[in-house]
């Protein structure tokens, strides 16, 4: 298997390759050559997620440098439940928080460092990674203390809620958490002009690891299609289901796993005020503007990465628009949701949850939907517990994270500050560019 770039001026690689490149050569994303058939009626009902995973993926990996690791990989990374909850008779809420940060993002960022450190390189990886919220610190504990391989993870300063700030900046030794003066479409930025950077090129294998990165949004299919797989065998039917999506990457796995042959039926995706693919349906045109503050953090992005990869699957605009359907939740909605879910199903969900159960309301009640819930909800205290008139507890791993010293450095949103910062934090200052 091989894999090209979006935009076609890259030649194509190897998984292995692709995964440390993380961007392609033109700039462009990694995506598959071809979306192997995945022949999921001949597996063993009771195969676990783990060996599930290995499945769908292997294809993927044939003839790579790491296809015997694969399995070891699929098992040290997905360790934790992966429960779908029925919560009536036309709802069902997928619970992607069950990691060890609490949010979907466990599920790439661990496949990623796992997969990483399999890699022998004779000079140390990189990861930098631009976070709206969740994936920073999920990036942050899956590449904790791994051998040569440095992290600088770069937030927005004020823009992400404190919890989450928190289990960024609470691990120190090869990972330096990053407080940048501006917003995620600036931290992105900055990682963007890293990679064109000959000093960076010079000194260190420069990687990222959102979805970006096709270590990140491959790992993630896996879930898709496993709870597609799951609920077919027991309902005899297609999963609908309604993803938040901000930067495009986890609904793109969605697509990705029902590309893949996986009994997926309608995929809606859930957005906050920034709506960005529902302008691009209404106007054809994806907007440029800067990214929108909302209640729904971790989806507060104004121009996502990974449209590209989303887009590449059709092949025209009237393919795209029939197949993808768009909701945007207000801040207003968002609240009204939290309340609702509370009241009527005694469930507490984070704002970006709230949003793919706003989109519910306005979808057909004769179908059945999975709800997909990023987050758990204890990670956004500070909108919830004002809306439920109640406090939110705390699972324990949490608690322990929160209460680890904390230390980030601050810059601007100037590569030269960030360079300054990566040289001083690891002590790296040979061949300037």
Known sequence: M???????????????????????????????????????????????????????????????????????????????????????????????????????????????????????????????????????????????????????VLFPKGKISMRQQKQITCWQDNVCAVEVDGTFDDCQALVKGAFADKWWQNNTYLNTSNSINIGRL??????????????????????????PSGNIGNVCACFWAKKMGLPIGNIV????????????????????????????????????????????????????????????ASDSDIKKMIAEVKNEHNMLICPHTATAFFARESLPEDMHYVVVATAHPAKFEEVIEPIVKEKIKVPEHLNKLLEKKQQSVGVSANLNALTEQYQAYFGVYSSSS
């Open 2 to 152: 091989k894999f090209i770039s979006t935009r076609g001026d890259a030649k194509a690689v190897a998984i292995s390759s692709a995964l440390q490149n993380g961007l392609a050569e033109d700039g462009g994303l990694y995506v598959p050559e071809a979306f192997p058939l995945f022949d999921w009626r001949a597996l063993d009902s009771a195969m676990s997620y783990p060996d599930f995973a290995t499945k769908l993926l292997t294809p993927f990996f044939n003839g790579d440098a790491l296809e015997n690791q694969l399995s070891t990989i699929c098992h040290e990374s997905f360790n934790f439940p992966l429960p779908l909850v029925n919560i009536d008779q036309k709802t069902s809420v997928l619970e992607l928080f069950h990691g060890t940060t609490l949010s979907f993002k466990d599920f790439g960022a661990r496949f990623l460092a796992n997969a990483l450190s399999h890699i022998k390189t004779d000079k140390k990886f990189t990861i930098m990674v631009a976070t709206s919220g969740d994936t920073g610190s999920a990036v942050a504990a899956a590449f904790y203390q791994k051998k040569n391989i440095n992290v600088m």
């Open 218 to 243: 491959l790992p993630q299919t896996t879930y898709y299609a496993y709870i597609a797989w799951q609920y077919f065998l027991k309902h005899g039917k297609k999963a609908n289901f309604i993803v």
């Open 269 to 328: 995706i859930a957005q906050n005020e920034n709506n960005v693919i529902g302008q691009f349906l209404e106007h054809k045109t994806l907007p440029n503007k800067a990214s929108i503050e909302t209640l729904a953090n971790a989806m507060d992005v104004g121009k996502p990465s990974n449209f590209e990869r989303l887009y590449a699957l059709f092949s025209d605009f009237d393919v795209f628009a029939h197949e993808v359907k768009a909701f945007k």
